[in-house]
């Protein structure tokens, strides 16, 4: 047993942390926000083995039962991250620290069109070797494509290609899989039809899962994406989800309340289940290639109109950058200088370096980018239809990784009043368990699991920066999976308590 200090407010608190894992424990005097969106209520909350027992206003400690006092502190549900891309190295870092830290007990991967195949083995790889938090997977349209089609992705897929992507696509749903994404912005999937799309969603709609999607084109034609995605939940008659949602381009800012209500307008008129998720944050992480839609990368007119749509060149940060490691962290118009050239002729020599990674499975370059502006990502914040992402890595180069989760409740929250806490909580655990069909997380209430978060919501807040991306959080001492404490006095505990969830292919109820 270890105790600490820790200072909460005005108040400084010693508390015995104790165990990571006990059979039976008795957390007392929370402050509890059960995940429904109303106000907290002080409760203990009785935990046997892996499951809530009892919630109520006071409970006794009963014999051989570890009691744990959290003074005032705040008790939720563990946070499900509606994006993720953690799968990359969890089996390497399976404390999954820069996400189990922010209070992330279910990370959904398998995002942007990319999923680990066959589902089967690597699921059953988590199984025999877990992690510290869960692990749910959707399946990635252009993973299909790549394993039917090679690398011939510049074109439609032909009908018998089609045929043989939906067989593969049903046998990674059977293996547990909850739906299908794509990412229609990046090369292996842009050349995709709507109609190739509508086609593959009924056979996730078959198995009763959803569509989430990084749209076609997150900037200058962002809403003939958004209606994309409507046309594919309409005809393909499942839930559809748009996920990161932003306004990346100059051009499209501050048009998120003027123009977004339209679509969950359009969505309730023609029966389709609308949902999106947002990470709080004005900057992006992606490939260059992005910023110029139809591909001409070559046209020097276009190249100049998508860096300005784009913030400039001063805006665009090459994260990580193979030919020149040493040109990592500096920006665009940094790069120009350096080489002598304009702009312009920078993103095209850095483009150009990097042709090899389209057909590769090698990442040779990635920049982050400030493009969206805070009163569109306060709005997507504020809505009751949008839960929350990080779209992070492990050891990614973006701070969203790290400090998504806590920057919401601490920046958002607290500090700009955005939205209540109860109601964030709520879009980070219930909302998102519903969209998931996990049926027993999500709230802390008697016969859920006991995935948990303690935290303070007077000190909780982001620590991480473009500069030091994988920086801790404050504010969030511990997280439980499972019944196991993963977080303890804000470090991880070592233990693995993590499970790989299975879609349960049965009839959905959608919310």
């Known amino acids: 047993m270890v105790k600490s200090a820790r200072i909460y407010g005005s108040a400084i608190l010693f508390l015995a942390w104790l165990p990571a894992h006990a059979d039976n424990m008795l957390l007392r005097h929370v402050q509890l926000y059960d ?45 499900i991250d509606m994006h993720s891309h953690a799968d990359r190295g969890l089996l390497e870092d399976l404390d999954a620290a820069t996400q189990t830290r922010q209070g992330i007990t279910t990370t959904v991967v398998g995002q942007d069109g990319e999923s680990n195949f066959p589902l089967r083995g690597w699921l059953a790889k988590l199984d025999a070797t877990p992690p510290a938090l869960n692990v749910v997977s959707m399946v990635g349209q252009a993973t299909l494509r790549e394993r039917v089609m090679g690398k011939d992705l510049y074109r439609p897929s ?41 086609e593959l969603s009924k056979v996730a709609a078959a198995a009763h899962g959803f569509y989430i999607s990084h749209v076609r084109d997150e900037a200058d034609h962002v809403f003939d994406s ?14 559809v989800e748009i996920t990161h949602i932003k306004l990346g381009s100059t051009g499209v800012w501050n048009l998120a309340a003027k123009r977004v209500p339209h679509y969950f307008e359009v969505a309730r008129r023609d029966h389709v289940t609308l949902w999106a998720d947002v ?11 992005v910023i110029v839609p139809d591909r001409d990368f070559f046209n020097a007119k276009k190249v100049a109109r998508a860096l300005a749509d784009n913030g400039g060149a001063a805006a665009i940060r090459l994260a990580h950058y193979g030919p020149e490691p040493k040109l990592n962290g500096k920006t665009l118009e940094q790069i120009a200088q350096l080489w002598q050239v304009s702009s312009v002729e920078a993103y095209m020599r850095i483009v150009k370096a990097t042709e090899a990674e389209v057909n590769s499975d ?4 990635d920049i982050i980018a400030t493009s969206m502006t805070d009163a569109d990502v306060k709005w997507f914040i504020a809505q009751p239809e949008i839960a929350f992402c990080t779209d992070g890595e492990l050891h990614g180069a973006h701070p969203r990784g790290a400090g998504s989760f806590p920057r919401v409740l601490g920046h958002y929250v607290r500090e700009e009043h955005v939205v209540s806490l109860s109601n964030a909580i709520h879009r980070m655990t219930d909302v998102p368990a519903q969209r998931l069909q996990l049926a027993d997380r999500g709230r802390v209430a008697p016969g859920y699991v006991a995935d948990l978060v303690i935290f303070d919501p007077a000190t909780v807040i982001d620590q991480s920066t473009i500069d030091h991306p994988e920086a801790p959080p ?38």
């Open 35 to 79: 995940g429904s969106g109303k106000p907290p209520l002080s409760a203990d909350v009785r935990i046997v083995g892996e499951r809530i027992a009892a919630v109520g206003a006071t409970l006794e400690p009963v014999p051989g039962e570890t009691v744990r006092d959290l003074h005032g502190l705040a008790l939720a549900p563990g946070f």
């Open 158 to 198: 032909s009908d018998q290609e089609l045929v043989k992507m939906k067989a593969l696509l049903t046998q990674e749903l059977a293996a547990g899989g909850f739906g299908l994404s794509t990412g229609l912005e990046y090369e292996q999937a842009h050349f995709s039809t709507t109609a190739e799309v509508v």
């Open 226 to 239: 958004f209606d994309e995605v409507l046309t594919i939940g309409r005809e393909a008659k499942l839930p």
């Open 279 to 289: 990470y709080p944050y004005t900057y992006w992480h992606s490939t260059i290639r």
């Open 362 to 365: 090698q990442q040779l370059e």
């Open 474 to 511: 404050l504010g969030i001492p511990a997280v439980m999976v499972s019944g196991t404490f993963v977080i303890d006095d804000g470090t991880p505990t070592g233990h693995h308590p993590g499970k790989a969830l299975r879609a349960s292919g049965q009839s959905a109820l959608f919310r």
